[in-house]
């Protein structure tokens, strides 16, 4: 009778536990950049870990490859399934990344191709819509394209909110690597979408915190520690063998990631005593004021970079699994 009493208990507690773990929806301009790839890495991990519930992922890149790159990484790591989603409506694709078309390529995936992607569009409103209210975390580690489609929609077999009032009924708050504090012009907000920088912000009343240039330039990863760990036929491995053949590399997109983290306290402090003006070239400015919805991150006076660089490539690691 006491056996049953307490399975009963666990069993009722379980539905709290899900809903309590941070539901996360990934952005990722996985193309350019290698700091996608470690990104990934590192939330399989905390999702096997049940650190977070990795919901899907959302490709906001113009190379074809990208979202076959990401198919191949989600099957890689046993997570073939998850939903992903494709920028829609672009015009033209070409592929210029140094990885993406070479992992689709030696990797399985479930994705034959870009074409038969859903739209990020659609992804993100069924995951938000199929979510329970205010416990969704968005993190964008790319330009913001499909965030702002997201917020321009309307209602449709998912939800009959439009794509604001999704975002304000589901969103817990959105983390974002973009801006440079104090000022000055970053990539993600500036090219090759600025006015869907100045859209989202202008129309995101949630809470958001940035994650800037200057943070995770001091943050350097995907040097012979990661290599010496990983197997040669892991997508990790391959895709910092073919950036830069394992130089090291800034993890701006991975210290975005390490936020959901329960040791992120203990390198980073909010800044939220003001928010980020913008130009129409996607350059900010942080304007120091009243409190407000947005935050910039900082690193801590006393935060050990070095450890940190070595906490982030153990959750780059966490999820290693014997290639296939």
Known sequence: M????ILIVIASLFPLFLIAQQRV?????????VDDAGTLAMLYTLHKQ?????LGTIVTSDDPFAATCVSA???FYGMGRLPLGFLEGQS????YSRYTRQISEEFPHDLASWRDAETATRTYRKLLAESPDHSVVILTIGHLSSLQKLLQSSADQYSPLNGKQLVEAKVLKWYCMGGFYPEGIEANFSRPDPASTVYCLDNWTKEVVFCGWEVGQQVVTGDAALKAR??????????YELYNDFKGRASWDQVTAFLLTDEASC?????????????????????PGKKSNQSVVKLKPD????????????LMLGGNIPAH
């Open 267 to 287: 390198y980073f402090e909010l800044d939220n005593a003001g928010y980020y003006q913008l130009k129409t070239d996607g350059s900010n400015r942080w304007i």
């Open 303 to 314: 935060a050990d970079v070095k450890e940190l660089a070595e906490k982030v490539t153990e």
């Open 25 to 33: 929806i990934v952005d990722t301009d996985i193309d350019s950049d």
């Open 230 to 239: 990983l197997h040669p036929k892991h997508p990790v491995y391959r895709a």
């Open 50 to 54: 049940h650190k977070i519930n990795l």
């Open 73 to 75: 990484f989600n099957a």
């Open 92 to 95: 033209f694709l070409k592929n």
């Open 2 to 5: 006491k056996k049953q009493l």
